[in-house]
């Protein structure tokens, strides 16, 4: 599936939650089914920093495609890079490095974005769009 | 539930806004008040009719503009009992105020490196230097810790630190060991912004000046809270910011006995800190001004004036009692609530209580508590030190102030049980 039929999904997936707090219920369900804490990942050169709560970030090259793995120690933040990951793993890397993102806005978490916010879920994109770009070109 | 003694939401505008669709409880004082409608409207005000550079024209709205900025300067003083107006430098805030302070006290240009000003005034025995030593402890706050871990790498003098027992309290058994002939400088918070623990700040003066030191104590969490008498604590320097206490940011003091801040040259130079100037020479203002280069922000100056006499208007102490009632059914709604901690037990309290809730990460406890419309801080709160004392990564910190009433820590509880039953 392309980047943004892969948002489509989640966009209908999340519109199924109408108030804010069962979203937030879906958030943390997906952050707990995101895997087990991966201490191979947990380590200081993978850390993003700029983050109040701990977030790890890798990524490598197979067949062309960018492979992202991620973690955090917020159950939350889990729960939106399980969403991120979604949109982003597998895919060519100057897709993930241009792709507009507007899933976040459309189910509501456009506020965690904003850069002041100390989540830094925009840091977290950042750095995967880096990340994709270094493997562009 | 208790019956809070205060009921001050009303003079707060902003208390009225909804958050989430829900009422606003806001916790997180300890970074920043809220501003009642008189310092509002004193500022709106100052703009409207008075508005004029201070101290430097002769033309009406000058004078008058620099007669208010004095009348704050007086007011500041009489609020904490200063002997004199010459005691009190306006900053930017406590972080200025403490930045000041470490500049004056460790780069004084005396001698035949000093071409410029007049260095003759001040003592090189108040700079510190080589070898001597500066104690700070465990729960300074970010702000109380980096100048003077930059004053020391910059004159080689030695940076220590008086511990804290496990529950947070300051080490002070072997005080007398800890402050020793070296020590020229104590530089201890009067309240810590974490855990609302109030040090005893009187004993560690006695202690610091029976050695020959001298302290700072940082009032930022303390001069909103209680009554706040620089005499009688004897300290040499207290500092503290407008914003914390209903004022308009970008404004702060730098108390300083007058004996002390005569001996310390200026941090900073500029306009309106001299009396002359010569293209190879200047002849300094004498105190306080030789401390504020640069066009003041004489503004926030007038509206921390007008905070000071809404402060006075209700009387510290009955905010003194008033916040401790309300501090002590914090305390005891969250131990009800259980299955978190609470950082930090001294006999004396005040604003701020730190927390986890067991398994969950502070950052997401403070999210949901957000959508519950309950402002609180989560974080390391600019004490990473602290943070590591307790071995804990962060935590969330619930802070008071006057107009809080049992209704905000009502909501407080409510939100901690949602964040519970949703991330446990």
């Given amino acids: 599936m392309t980047i943004a039929e892969i948002q489509d999904q989640i966009i209908e997936e999340m519109s199924a939650h109408e108030d804010w707090f069962d979203r937030y219920e879906a958030l943390i369900t997906l952050g707990r089914e995101f895997g087990a804490p991966d201490d191979s990942l947990r380590r200081d050169e993978y850390r993003i920093s700029g983050c109040q709560s701990a977030v790890w970030l890798t990524a490598e090259m197979r067949d062309g495609r960018l492979r992202l793995r991620a973690d955090s120690d917020s159950q939350i933040t889990r729960g939106m890079l399980a969403l991120l990951l979604r949109v982003f793993d597998d895919q060519p890397p100057g897709k993930v490095a241009d792709a507009e993102l507007y899933f976040l806005d459309a189910i509501g978490l456009r506020s965690n974005l904003s850069p002041s916010r100390a989540n830094g879920l925009g840091t977290i994109v950042r750095a995967i769009r880096e990340t994709a770009r270094r493997h562009t070109g | 539930m208790m019956n809070a003694t205060l009921d001050l939401k009303s003079d707060f505008p902003i208390l009225a806004r909804e958050i989430h669709g829900r009422p606003l409880a806001y916790l997180d004082n300890a970074a920043t008040t809220q501003k009642p409608l008189c310092v509002i409207e004193r500022v709106s005000n100052f703009y409207r009719t008075r508005n004029s550079n201070i101290h430097r024209g002769v033309h009406s709205l000058s004078e008058e503009s620099s007669t208010l900025y004095e009348d704050a300067r007086e007011t500041v003083r009489a609020f904490i009992g200063a002997g004199d107006m010459r005691e009190i430098v306006f900053t930017a805030g406590t972080t200025d105020a403490i930045n000041l302070l470490a500049r004056a006290l460790g780069d004084c240009t005396t001698g035949g490196d000093a071409p410029f000003g007049d260095e003759t005034r001040y003592s090189s025995d108040a700079q510190i230097g080589e070898g001597d030593e500066i104690l700070v402890t465990g729960m300074e706050h970010h702000s109380n810790l980096l100048p003077w871990q930059d004053l020391c790498r910059r004159r080689g003098a030695v940076l220590r630190v008086l511990p804290l027992e496990r529950n947070g309290t300051l080490h002070m058994e072997d005080i007398s060991r800890r402050i020793t002939s070296r020590t020229r400088l104590v530089a201890v918070t009067h309240v810590s912004n974490v855990t609302g623990i109030v040090n005893p700040v009187e004993e560690l003066v006695r202690h610091a000046h029976d050695r020959g030191a001298l302290v700072l104590v940082d009032g930022a969490q303390a001069v909103a809270h209680m009554p706040v008498d620089v005499a009688s604590l004897d300290c040499d320097f207290y500092v503290f910011s407008g914003h914390k206490m209903f004022a308009e940011n970008g404004i702060g003091v730098l108390y300083g006995k007058a004996a002390r801040l005569e001996e310390l040259p200026p941090a900073r130079v500029g306009g ?117 004392h307790f071995d804990i990564n962060g935590c969330i910190r619930a802070s008071l102030a006057l107009y809080n009433d049992t209704d905000d820590i009502d909501r407080l509880a409510e939100a901690v049980r949602k964040a519970q039953s949703m991330l446990g």
């Fill in chain 2, 272 to 388: 309106g800190m001299v009396t002359s100037v010569t293209l190879e020479s200047r002849r300094e203002a004498d105190l306080p001004l030789r401390f504020e280069a640069g066009t003041p922000n004489y503004p926030a100056a007038v509206s921390l004036a007008e905070a000071i006499r809404y402060l006075q208007r209700i009387g510290m102490q009955r905010i003194r009692e008033h916040e401790n009632t309300l501090h002590e059914y914090m305390r005891e709604q969250l131990v009800k609530v259980g299955g978190l901690t609470v950082y930090g037990s001294a006999p004396e309290h005040s604003g701020s209580v730190a927390f986890n809730l067991d398994g969950i990460q502070p950052y997401d406890a403070g999210m949901i508590m957000d959508r519950m419309g309950v402002a609180v801080r989560t974080g390391t709160h600019c004490a990473e030190p602290l943070m590591r």
